[in-house]
């Protein structure tokens, strides 16, 4: 692409490129448009094979002139994936197979009809679903942050051209002064939607109060919450919205350099986003004097190297210098002395994703959406047990219900729901009770929970939360830096109670313990990581103390999970003395005779596996 | 351990290229990790001596980050994901078999060298929970029954 010079370039480049997507998109001169998932998870399910294949028909058939494809960012509707999208139709085929596509070209495509096996099915009504936009996951949404994910090939700058893009930097750089863009970011009420929800505008108003030769703005995309995929997809799906956040956050506190830090578990994420910035540099838009006017930028990227502390803002900046991803004692906070020493603000990849639609839009308007304190909308990551697992966006105030249900689905295989875990490992859970609570920062907070990143893990009657609050601790043992001892030393005694429980261990004292232990550990930490790594024991606590007693005085795991507690056994009755379980038991403890005696399962050299179970086609085999 | 000289000759290169640029150590590490499977303490030496960074320091940035390994790894490497989505939905019982399998612990390597098996934190597939990846490649959705084939997949390629 040839480099745009001045505005009156790039207002020209837009038009051509928006007029281009557009008509592309709404099928203009009978030509269809073909979109293929290229998100981390469907390309894990063989989408590059599809597309690939798409791409092959199209030729073999002399289709090109008549049908495009293109690979675009995350659908969000993950567990139904890979996608395969027709344009202007809005069919959406679900589960797509590389098998399927002679099929999609020829009934599809060249015969003109739907196929039914491909569409999605409603887990609710059981109907099937031929356009997208008809589909439940899709119609509560509201799509800011993830604007031109799933509709852009994310490495075509001229797409993303088309979608907007850098219409905010350009109104910026060529009318706004920037404490007028900090302003419209104040007016919007936007905060952190990295986890701590501190309001973005305050952060930026921080840095640019100081007065300082070098600042940096650093993008926190070190995603550590495990279950949680949002950063991921928005630097997969437009990673030129984000760079272009960046670059309107530079503008406005007066940093000239930014920094991507990206954990190196997101291959992909990180590949599309150094395109993008490779593009960007040819096109001028990242650079000495960007659009003629004067004003310079670079953009770096580093790779994370696979440290949750890291995403912490303070760790962070140390790995970006090559060391020990150990925070710093705050304050001195980064917007004072950050990267090297300069004032630096952090902001999160959805934050910055945000920022070119309020400058669009104006801060007001932004702020139409959402609650009193929480404004705006969230990108969650909906996983665990719901139907329909994937990537949402939905307004700040949205209830449980409505996220878990109406746009999951549902709990699948008729289960109960139990628990939904917000916040991550940092986080707590939030129970039925809990379901019609409008969910914003504040809300969250009040029940025990917080926002965290936006990972939202539902949990069904068949887990255990004692369990669970025991993987989130062995979890954060893990990642505890270890620089200060009440998180170093505290969580892994936290750990030790835990697994005392689950084995049977416990007593009432150790519920005391645990929960003298979980304040220790909150109130002298370092940073959020230790201060905040005892929520998931305290909240299962407050909410499931039964599930903790079940362990300790009963000595029973009432979701059957905890191995030490649970038993496998044979109902001599309904055993037809086949052997099969005794052919797959793993550590040959199953004893019978095969036709004469029922078998029988050895309760000391049983390691709990469950295989027999699986393999008995009578449902002789029962756990408790 | 003996590092062949052409090693070490490729490591400082690699050290020159990030001369320029601000703290590149961890970028420096990450390159090596890639390109041979490992970072060994005659190696970080090298990266000492070309940036100027203690010797000590290096191995307290190699030890910190899970993704550097001081050891080499095995042709095949296992990531079975331990991500909260996956681990709600089964995750411990597909690793726990794994290591029954081959015998090992995460982190650990077969003695023939063929597989490491390694508890990763989330690869963002939750959708495919629980997943496992073998050097990349993604298998979605994997019962502990199921860990047989895939590993024999693997076994058979090499002859064993």
Redesign the interface.
Known sequence: MEKILNPEALDQKIAECTEKLNDKLAGKGGKRAILVCGG??CL??DSQPIFDKIAEELKARNLEDKVSVTRVGCFGM??Q?PFVKILPEDTLYCKVKPSDVERIMTEGIEGGKIIEDLLYVDPVSGEKIVHQSDIPFYKKQQKVALHGVSTIDPLVIDEALGCDGFKALRKVLTSMKPQEVIDEVLKSGLRGRGGGGFPTGRKWQFAANVNAPQKYIVCNGD???????MD?SMLEGNPYAVVEGMEIAGYAFGATEGYFYVR????VAVARLKNAIAEMRKAGLIGKNILGTGWNFDVHL???????VCGEETALLN???????MPRPRPPYPAIKGL?GCPTCVNNVETLAQIGYIIRVGGENFAKVGTEGSKGTKVF?L???VNN??LVEVPMGTTLRTLIYDIGGGIPGGKKFKAI?TG?PSGGCLTEKDLDTPIDYDTLVARGSMMGSG?A?V?DED?CMVD?AK??MD?ICDES?GKCSPCRIGTKRIYELLTEIVEGRGTIETLEELKDLAKITKNNSLCALGQTAANPISSTMANFYDEYLAHIQDKKCPAHVCKSLSRYYIDPEKCKKCSACARAC?VNCIKGVPGKEPYVIDQSKCIK???CM?TCKFGSIIHE | MKIRLEVIKDVREICQQHKDE??????I??EVQKKYGYVPVELQEVISEETG?PAA?IY??VT?????SLTPKGKYVIHVC????????NAQ?VL??IC?ILGIKPGETTEDGLFTIEA??????????P?V?IN?R?F?RVQ??EVDKILNEYRSKEGK
């Open positions: 981390t998870g894990a399910n993950c567990s994936g995603e550590g919450d495990p279950g949680a995929f991921e190196a578990e997101y291959p580093r790779e994370g190297a696979g440290a949750f790995s970006i210098e090559g060391k020990r991803g090297w990551a996983g665990g047990k697992v994937g875990q991550g990972g893990i949990m887990n669970v993987f989130y979890f830096c793993p596996c469950g295989t699986g | 601000p703290s590149p150590l961890i970028v590490l990450e960074v320091e307290g940035v910190f980050y899970s993704f550097f331990l991500g909260t989505a996956c681990y709600v939905k019982n726990d078999k029954t990763v934190r989330c690869m963002g597939a939750c959708a495919l929970a997943a990846s990349g993604v979605p502990a029954t």
